[in-house]
């Protein structure tokens, strides 16, 4: 399968990366060759296969207890933020 | 405001609902945050709510708990295997770009509700799924200079999402479901039920087709209707614009609307134009929640005797109308109070039944809705109504005093015997103190008697009242009119 | 006394412990030895010498008081893909090139438990995407044994700083070889151990059903000691294993005699010149002498790895990476004119090339119409895979075979060309899909450069690895040679 620049665009929006027409040209080119590599995979007989997830066979989900470990630290955790106001994460405006 | 065709009666309206309830778990379900409502920005919001590089989500039992409560109380099956999957999109109040839901094998399937619809029959709503997942933050859409403001507390908050067939057909069948399910989740002790704070919500599906046409047709999901009120317009609303659309000629885009319950009306959302690809698969970070039959056997065992169980108990064992039994049953909380009255009367159990029914439904309901109360915040206690309602039973006082009673015990907070005595309201059933009543006032009213005894029977409510009159309405009723009927025969 | 840097972690510690030298005299030497030969390597991106020597004088403190444990006092690197609180930890990516995390991982909690002195954070390729290091944010990592080649990656900084003996040890993670491939081409012990043994909390997600921590240094028997600190079960990572962790340094020299050791005959097919199998059947030639047996094996899938991964490690990484948006931590794009554009822009800023490919290439294997074809029909496969290698533990003990196709290669060689560069795993992918732990060491050198050997055990055969590996180094040098630049 080969990719043109119109699919990387397409991915790129949903992926939220803006790309220039050149990158995606570049990435158009480089991705079909991972497709085409990927594409070894319909040599094998994969009918009778269950999907693995998960490297552990059998190994299940642990449930914590319903406590509250968490203390309030907003503060600490906003540092790394690029824009707070009041305690909120400030964005552009959405408009819904 | 759209018209509503004429044609309306060709039409038929397709509604499914998916419900999200906020589970009444103390933490979120992947992190130990609280849950607790109304907390300053941010402040619930740990490491793994905020989606921070490296950290991982674990799950909350509690929250797997309630979600197979819910299951096995809508008659449905609980999976042994369930699996969390990732529903990628981008949006502000989703933090980690992704939101943990349940997609392939969801905890609960295939079951069913019933609802009562308006001509007294029964209609079955077949449930198709109810799944885990986490709640997304809040956008505060307030002006921050341009900005949108984010709040993740609400974020990794436990939900189950109920997802119904489209098996209603119109919005009021719509509401009823969505109050059964409301009322069932707060039976269950597993949702608040809180609609203000968000804490029970839908999403509508709702199409229209014309009568017999086996074809559903373009559906419109109308999203995060927080009100029974919202649902049943929104929806209304809805079917009118597609029914409009189409007979004019038009085609019903299948879109994402929201409801503008200041302008009545539904509009499509901007910001979910784009076709969403939201590109699920198992999610790495957790592992099939696999349960086995002695837990689930466990919680079959603790669950509560159900509003449908117990509405028909009612009617069966006590002769209550299917309809009191409906509405006596709507809270848990209400049928709590209820239960508890009729628990502590004594003598014929049919009657204290209809009698305590009258008394909830009537002077109970109406003082709360006067006074906008809960049930649980009632001023009268169930235990001190039920005392009132002894002594009616033992004909202390008459049913016509006990209102006042109950008045005065609900604005002063004294109880029934006090009331009683400190208004003097004991009933009179001594029949010689009826006796001399009656005489004095046969006495005082020849004429009244020489007319009633000519054949006036009407100076029969005359005379009654007047006895009344003198004994305060003290005067045990059925005994004045037997001995009146003997004296004014003469 | 020999070059404190010459010697190994075992060693150290038993010098701390004789009071031949300080933890504080340890760790001013090898923050020494970064500040003299960092700049050509590029090995670290944040060196913590107040930190380290704070944590050194605590050590020392904490050894005078008698509550040492073995590693107390003993310095190392992590991979900047471990959060480490109140210090820079950026991935190697401009997207954190600001992100000081507020808290520890796991990993780097408990060796800090143990008292371990934190020299810095090293080098890797951008969010560990990558096989030579050459995509860090922060510039490519230089080879200490060949300075115009890469060293392997991606924790291609890890490796060079213990190859030029900047750090005695370093942390590693291993998505798809992301330990053993550096180790080889540096010349170094590097162990991934199963998959849930070490805990991922912490340690920022490239594919979460992939990754796992592990650790690169001189010898099995230093692999064991650090290993055994790290591991274990944590109750924030719900794929952490709850199972006792094994003292692996009592086993460690039990005899090889009998030793069924599978020779995976894919391997010696696949990409794999003569030349560069020699050092590798040389090698096996030994663990013969050492009274082991040779069986070959054939697992008729593996050679699916590589197209495997590249669905499943990318789609995973498309939506680990989704969190990085700008908003609560992270690069942010100037002046974004509406959502989509902070996104877009914050995103396309802050991710380099290799990234926003694997990202791209997640996003659409898992997108509607493309999932059962690549990414399904992917963890199919996966499976596929796992039931061979586990029908080949049923016949042997390891699997045995080469750590990477080709010695270290030129800085620049491979950049143009991705798919050139994915195959530099094509030995060590395999056991990542199973969660199987996998050992390199160092077994020989090939135009100078050095060549690994790769082992390959059954799932929580940790204990075996760094046996059969500690073995091969009691009657081998290989894993002791370094580059004369630094000795």
Known sequence: MSLTRNNVETIARLARLAVTEDEASSYASSLSKILHLVEQLNVADVSAIEPMAHPLAGMVQRLRADEVTAVDEHEKFQRNAAKVSSGLYLVPKVIE | MIQTSNDVMTWETVIGLEIHAQLATKTKIFSGSSTAFGAAPNTQANLVDLGYPGVLPVLNQNAVKMAVKFGLAVGASVATRSVFARKNYFYPDLPKGYQISQYELPIVEHGKMDILLEDGSTKTIRITRAHLEEDAGKSLHEDFHGFTGIDLNRAGTPLIEIVSEPDMRSAKEAVAYMKKIHTLVRYLDICDGNMQEGSFRCDANVSVRKVGAEKFGTRCEIKNLNSFRFIEKAINYEVARQIELIEGGGTVQQQTRLYDPDKGETRALRSKEEANDYRYFPDPDLLPVVLDDALINGIRASLPELPDEKAQRLVREFDLPAYDASVLTASRELSEFYEQVTALLKGDAKQNTKLAANWVMGEVSAALNRDSLEITESKVTAEALAVLLSRINDSTISGKLAKEVFEAMWSEGKSADAVIEEKGLKQITDSSAIEKAIDDIIAANPKQLADYRSGKDKLFAFFVGQVMKVTAGKANPSQVNELLKQKLAG | ?487
């Open chain 3, 1 to 487: 006394m020999t070059e404190l840097h010459t010697q190994t972690l075992a060693e150290l510690s038993a010098g701390i412990k004789a009071k031949k030298f300080s933890s504080v005299e340890l760790t001013r030497h090898f923050l020494n030895r970064i500040e003299k030969f960092d700049a050509e390597l590029n090995a670290f991106i944040t060196v913590t010498p107040e930190l380290a020597l704070t944590q050194a004088q605590a050590a020392d403190a904490r050894i005078a008081a008698g509550q040492a444990s073995v590693l107390t006092g003993l310095p190392l690197a992590h991979k900047d893909i471990f959060c480490t609180d109140g210090v820079l930890t950026s991935c190697a990516s401009k997207m954190l090139s600001n992100f000081v995390s507020p808290y520890d991982a796991t990993v780097v909690a408990r060796l800090k438990d143990q008292g371990v002195v934190m020299l810095g954070k090293t080098n890797m390729d951008e969010f560990a995407m990558g096989s030579s290091n050459e995509t860090s944010y922060y510039g490519a990592v230089k080879n200490p044994w060949n300075l115009t080649k890469v060293p392997g990656g991606s924790s291609g900084g890890s490796a060079a700083a213990v190859a030029a003996r900047i750090a005695p040890a370093a942390t590693g993670t291993d998505t798809g070889g992301s330990i053993r491939q550096p180790a080889a081409l540096t010349s170094l012990t590097g162990i991934k151990p199963t998959y849930g043994r070490v805990s991922r909390y912490g340690m920022i997600a490239f594919a979460s059903s992939l990754d796992q921590g592990g650790v690169m240094c001189l010898s099995a028997e230093d692999a064991a000691l650090l290993l055994q600190a790290m591991s274990g079960f944590d109750e924030r990572d719900s794929t952490s294993v709850e199972m006792p962790v094994p003292d692996y340094r009592t086993t460690l020299n039990q005899p090889l005699k009998g030793l069924k050791i599978g020779l995976v005959k894919e391997f010696f097919e696949q990409g794999l010149s003569e030349e560069n199998a020699k050092p590798v059947r040389d090698a096996l030639a030994v663990y013969e002498q050492l009274g082991a047996q040779l069986v070959e094996v054939s697992l008729p899938n593996l050679p699916l790895s590589v197209p495997t991964y590249y669905v499943v490690a990318p789609a995973e990484c498309s939506s680990n990476l989704s969190r990085f948006d700008g908003v609560r931590f992270g690069y942010r794009c100037d002046n974004p004119k509406d959502l989509m554009d902070l996104y877009t822009r914050s995103r396309a800023e802050g991710f380099g090339s290799e990234v926003k490919r694997r990202i791209m290439t997640g996003a659409y294997v898992l997108s509607a119409g493309y999932y059962d074809a690549y990414y399904l029909r992917a963890q199919k496969i996966r499976r596929l895979i796992t039931e061979e290698f586990a029908a080949a533990f049923q016949k042997v003990d390891v699997l045995m075979g080469p750590t990477s196709p080709t010695t270290a290669f030129d800085i620049g060689a491979k950049v143009d060309d991705p798919v050139t560069m994915y195959l530099n795993d094509i030995y060590t992918i395999g056991a990542n899909l199973a969660g199987l732990p996998a050992m390199s060491i160092p077994c020989g050198f090939l135009g100078g450069l050095p060549v690994g050997l790769q082992i390959i055990g059954s799932h929580f055969a940790e204990a075996k690895l760094l046996n059969v590996a500690h073995g091969y180094q009691q009657v081998t040098d290989w894993h002791k040679r370094m580059p004369e630049r630094y000795a």
